[in-house]
């Protein structure tokens, strides 16, 4: 029986090769006249889109602000570029950048009308009033391809050693999503990898989430077949036309991504790495990847020690199939070496692409209990077994 369902409401999407010169006219197509660009600071050098943007916007008349972003965003910096700009009254906001500055564009956007605190709105850490605030159109530009940011509706703020938590409204979605894999070549490998698996372990955990519905599997399924596609390319540096296919498919993957974790959720491996984030000075990509194999196994042992119920069933098989999408070799083998295989692959490609371990970023087995504490909401809600507090511990000291 297919379950009940509700797919929340989808910004533009404008996909393709040079799409960003379609993005040039948006203002006056929209009448826009005050723009604010918020972007990493690299693409705000001459010569870099960034700068692009803002010039040619200029010389059609418009008045443009830019600042640049950098680091994780948090509620204080939020609020102090909110200060900066209201008084500008932007007509739009432009998120360009990965997904640290597209969080902060888009609750930047939220709060200029109004000029109020992000803290008055944070879930979990902030005053929890309700969002019905105006807000200012958000136009999202990414430039990696990893947390899928540009279609939801939440920006993910921190305070390093207190917490990471979600400004969540409908009102925060972005108005238009201009994805161009040409922006992509900015992005050095180091950023690309990481941030290619938390768009991978999103669309895995989408997939298998207790909350997944026949929409969000589609375009799970298309998204994990797109990654898979594009790991294969990156290793292929010497092919420069199938490194950019790779880059189409990476960034396409990712903003589904984004689709299928605001409308099924997400699961463990989230769950943690909320906490992490909060706690630890660490890459949200690189912990995903390493917590991405462990709670793989973790969740697949538990499953199949449960009584076996139509659910159950329903994603262990799911985990077969994608072990027989990574390992093609396995079709004709049984669900559980393909699920074997799927855990093996999974190992390999963060071995490959994100080869330092959690410890490295100052997580060890003496300080993990703040990360246990504080991983029961959220994310975690939506894994499909519930993981004991042993068994997230082992998961976390095999990604040490």
């Known amino acids: 029986m297919i379950p009940d369902f509700q797919i929340a409401q989808l910004p533009a999407l404008h996909f393709g090769t040079d799409v960003r010169h379609e993005l040039m006219k948006l203002p006056n197509k929209q009448g826009w006249r005050s723009l604010l660009i918020l972007s990493s600071g690299f693409l705000t050098r001459p010569g870099q889109f960034g700068h692009t943007l803002a010039e040619q916007w200029q010389a059609d008349g418009c008045r443009v ?30 998120g360009l950048g990965g997904g640290s500055v597209l969080d902060t564009a888009k609750a930047v956007a939220g709060l200029l009308p109004s000029g109020r605190s992000v803290m008055d709105f944070l879930e979990g850490v ?23 940011s540009e279609t939801t509706k939440n920006a993910v703020l921190s305070r390093l050693g207190e917490f ?54 589609a375009l799970a399924w298309k998204g994990l077949t797109l990654c898979q596609d594009a790991l294969t390319k990156l290793d292929q540096p010497d092919q420069p036309d199938q490194q950019a296919e790779a880059r189409a498919q990476m960034l396409l993957a990712a903003s589904l991504s984004g689709i299928t974790l605001a409308n099924a959720g997400l699961g463990a491996v989230h769950g943690l ?87 490295q970023f100052g997580l060890s087995e003496n300080n993990l209990d703040p990360v246990l504490q504080n991983c029961r909401s959220g994310s975690m809600n939506g894994n499909p077994t519930r993981l004991t507090d042993a068994d997230l511990y082992q998961a976390l000291m095999n990604a040490l």
């Open 126 to 148: 902030g005053l929890g009033h309700p969002f019905a605030e105006a807000t200012t159109p958000f136009v999202a530009v990414p430039t990696t391809a990893g947390t899928g």
């Open 164 to 217: 990471k938590k979600s400004f969540r409204s409908d009102r925060l979605l972005a108005h238009s999503v201009w994805l161009d894999p040409a922006l992509l070549t900015t992005c050095p490998d180091s950023v690309l990898y990481p941030t290619a698996m938390d768009a991978f372990t999103q669309l895995l955990e989408s997939y298998t989430t207790a909350n997944a519905n026949p929409v969000t599997d």
């Open 65 to 94: 602000h830019v600042s640049a972003v950098s680091g994780e965003p948090s509620p204080e910096l939020v609020d102090k570029l909110v200060a900066e700009h209201r008084a500008q009254h932007p007509d739009a906001v432009i």
């Open 273 to 359: 790495a909320g906490p992490i984030g909060a706690f630890f000075d660490a890459p949200h990509g690189a912990v995903c990847a390493r917590l991405l194999a462990p709670i793989t196994q973790a969740n697949i042992d538990a499953l199949s020690a449960e009584p076996q119920t139509a659910f159950t069933q329903q994603i262990l098989h799911k985990y077969a199939q994608v072990g027989a999408l990574l390992a093609p070799e396995t079709l004709e083998q049984s669900p559980t070496q393909q699920r074997d295989a799927l855990v093996t692959k999974l190992n390999a490609l963060t071995q490959r692409y994100v080869p330092q371990g959690l410890s």
